[in-house]
């Protein structure tokens, strides 16, 4: 089965100001899998919307392939069982949503009566029925950010490109976009989507790939990087604990607890002399590095 996307040695060089040489990609050769959602993730200007672009044949990259689903991304085959989110929607703001989604349809040569079905769902899905027949120019920034993923999921494809999708977007949008995202994944589907926002990929990716200055700088699944950024335990006792000086910093609660900051190294000698002492644990939770204290790292 071919990989929804496969990217190999991917170059992009612009020319800037003064004739500058940009080197926005470099080298890059990432797969996606069937069924995961996969992170982007990067600073302003590493490289992301680049890639996205390429993908989604808007610029031509310099050297390098790719391919979505085993097509070349130079045809416009490749992208029919594509959903695309910009990173900044243009839409056609004298159309009303439902025009606009209408219109998004038939360029995917749906049936009209399917057309207006998905168009309901998705209008109700991005809570956007009460907006639906105003135009988009009286949209405001987070709606018109939540029709461009209404018309990407508007013909069910297999694969979700998305630009920064939560960008603009309040809390309850944020939280909304990130259900979508839950549930696209437990339909089978792929999500590929940049960020600079570390939060959105601990919140719901598989896997994820850091990007700098345009090379792929980091490539792990999230779950392995929480693990391995575990420090240390915080850890209640109660009971009998250990002598005054045994060299773990505590602070004493109510009653006759205590809690103790235990490194990883030393969890397992910390429980014996819990255990020795006659103590016994009420709680244990992990201290770990978070995912923007990772990224934070790699971009230094």
């Known amino acids: 089965m071919a990989k929804p996307i496969e990217i190999s040695n991917l170059s992009k060089t612009f020319r800037g100001k003064k004739g500058i040489r940009v080197d926005a990609l470099r080298d890059l050769s990432l797969s996606i899998e069937p069924g995961e959602v996969f992170g982007f993730l990067g600073p302003n200007g590493a490289g992301k919307s680049t890639t996205i672009k390429i993908l989604m044949g808007l610029i031509t990259a310099t050297a390098g392939s790719a391919c979505l689903f085993g ?11 594509v959903g695309y989110l910009p990173e900044n929607p243009a839409l056609y703001d004298f159309l009303t949503g439902r025009e606009y989604l209408g219109f998004v349809g038939k360029s ?7 057309i207006e079905a998905r168009s309901d769902e998705v209008l109700g899905l991005l809570e956007l029925r009460d907006a639906a027949n105003r135009p988009i120019r009286s949209y405001s920034k987070g709606m018109v950010q939540r029709l461009g993923l209404a018309q990407a999921l508007l013909h069910d494809p297999d694969l979700y490109v998305l630009d920064e999708p939560m960008s603009g977007l309040d809390p309850i949008g944020r939280a909304l976009v990130k259900d979508i995202i839950r549930s696209l994944k437990q339909r089978g589907r792929t999500v590929f989507f940049s960020t600079h926002i570390t939060a959105d990929v601990e919140a719901v990716c598989d896997r994820v790939g850091v990007i700098v200055r345009g090379k792929l700088e980091a ?3 999230v779950e392995h990087l929480m693990r391995s950024g575990i420090e240390g335990y915080t850890v209640q006792v109660s009971g009998g604990a250990p002598e005054e000086g045994c060299g773990y910093d505590f602070r004493p ?3 006759d607890g205590r809690e103790y900051y235990v490194p990883k190294d030393s969890f397992n000698r910390f429980i014996e002399l819990i255990s020795a002492a006659g103590g016994k644990v009420e709680l244990i939770e ?3 590095k978070d995912l923007e204290e990772f990224f934070l790292e790699i971009v230094k």
């Open 71 to 81: 097509k070349e991304i130079s045809t416009a085959q490749a992208r029919l069982s």
């Open 253 to 255: 609660l109510k009653g």
């Open 219 to 221: 490539l792990d699944s």
């Open 286 to 288: 992990t201290r770990r």
């Open 108 to 114: 995917f040569l749906m049936a009209a009566a399917d």
